[in-house]
């Protein structure tokens, strides 16, 4: 099984839908992180959590919330689905050692129509 | 202008050719500096991870930085078709800080 898992991998749905995407995670790391990956734009940061009682805003957090449910599972919510919210969505870890090794998910693909 | 700007590519090059990726920064703050490698469909991942100046080599691929140009490169040397990924820099102030990442350049290594 993979250390970092996302669900769903895909998932279409329609503008003003509520969507939820899931990540969780068996390396027992602290750190939890959401990014967006668009083509020509890179990896952008939605929100990071570095324990379950700490949630920060990234880059590009407008329009998403998050929610850490426990050490090992972080959540990635989207109140009102727009079409530029069409991305590859990857949930990341890391250790608190410092090492700057980010962990990844295998990604979530949303399309919003 | 962004902080981190990496040329997108693709890069398309022969079996057994020397690849060289880069990438250029604004912050001269950045101390940590990373290359992922990210496979079509799947997150990326770890391949090299430096601090500050100087270069570093593990097997058939070498990072280096020059902090004073605000320029980071990857050589891969004796490419393989097993390669062809997506190569991502990305770098931080603070080893405990969050990674700004360059855009990517995908890479494909031919036969």
């Known amino acids: 099984d993979a250390d970092v898992t996302q669900t769903p991998r895909n998932r279409i749905t329609k503008t003003g839908k509520r969507i939820m995407l899931e990540c969780s995670q068996t390396k027992g790391h602290d750190r939890m992180y959401w990014y967006r990956q668009d083509p020509g734009l890179g990896l952008q940061l939605i929100y990071y959590s570095f324990d379950v009682k700490d949630i920060n805003k990234g880059e590009i957090s407008d329009g998403y919330s998050v929610s850490r449910q426990a050490q090992a599972k972080f959540s990635l919510s989207l109140e009102s689905a727009i079409p530029n919210q069409t991305a590859l969505y990857f949930c990341?870890?890391?250790?608190?050692?410092?090492?700057?090794?980010?962990?990844f998910g295998e990604g979530s693909r949303l399309t919003v129509l | 202008q962004k902080e981190v700007e990496q040329d997108p590519g693709p890069l398309s090059v022969p079996e057994g050719a020397i690849v060289s990726l880069n990438c250029t920064y604004s912050?001269?703050?950045?101390?940590?500096f990373m290359w992922y490698r990210q496979y079509s469909r799947k997150g990326p991942e770890l391949l090299m991870y430096t601090y500050s100046s100087g270069n570093k080599e593990d097997g058939r691929f070498t990072a280096q930085v020059d902090k004073s140009s605000k320029y980071i490169s990857l050589f891969i040397r004796d490419s393989q078709p097993s390669d062809s990924a997506t190569y991502l820099c990305a770098m931080s102030e603070g080893n405990t800080d969050k990674l700004i990442f360059g855009t990517g350049t995908r890479l494909q290594v031919f036969p």
């Open positions: 912050n001269s703050a950045f101390q940590y």
């Open positions: 990341a870890t890391s250790a608190r050692d410092g090492s700057g090794e980010l962990f």
